[in-house]
């Protein structure tokens, strides 16, 4: 079992920028491929960003990709997730992610997690 805790979120004016923070507990972290998925309201959870299981390779969903890079910090149990030139359109609950292969998040979405965060609410004002 790996428990996860995302920080971070938070109101934020367009442009802006912010860093997702999830601590994780449980099972050895570097086992494990993260990631970052959002849900904005009345629309299903998406796919933001992914790490290898060695922090080595990153995976972006093309409305980050240029804006956003996600980070993995093992001696930590750390992912992170910064995001620049915040738009309104960003606004969502972003989650946080374990298990799979990060290579399968983008096609597999959800179905491909094993763990989740209970999320934190990122809201971009215009």
């Known amino acids: 079992q790996v428990q996860l805790v995302e920080s971070g979120g938070g109101l934020v004016q367009a442009g802006g920028s912010l860093r997702l923070s999830c601590s994780a507990s449980?099972?050895?972290?570097?086992?494990?491929?993260m990631g970052w998925f959002r849900q904005a309201p009345g629309k299903e959870r998406e796919f933001v960003a992914a790490?290898?299981?060695?922090?080595?390779?990153?995976y972006y969903a093309d409305s980050v990709k240029g804006r956003g890079t996600i980070s993995k910090e093992n001696a930590k149990n750390t992912v992170y997730l910064q995001m620049n030139s915040l738009k309104p359109e960003d606004t969502a609950v972003y989650y946080c992610?374990?298990?799979?292969?990060?290579?399968?998040?983008?096609?597999?979405?959800?179905?491909?997690?094993?763990?989740w965060g209970q999320g934190t609410r990122v809201t971009v004002s215009s």
């Open positions: 992610a374990a298990g799979g292969s990060a290579f399968y998040y983008r096609d597999r979405g959800p179905s491909e997690i094993d763990y």
């Open positions: 449980g099972r050895t972290f570097s086992n494990y491929a």
């Open positions: 790490i290898t299981r060695s922090g080595g390779v990153t």
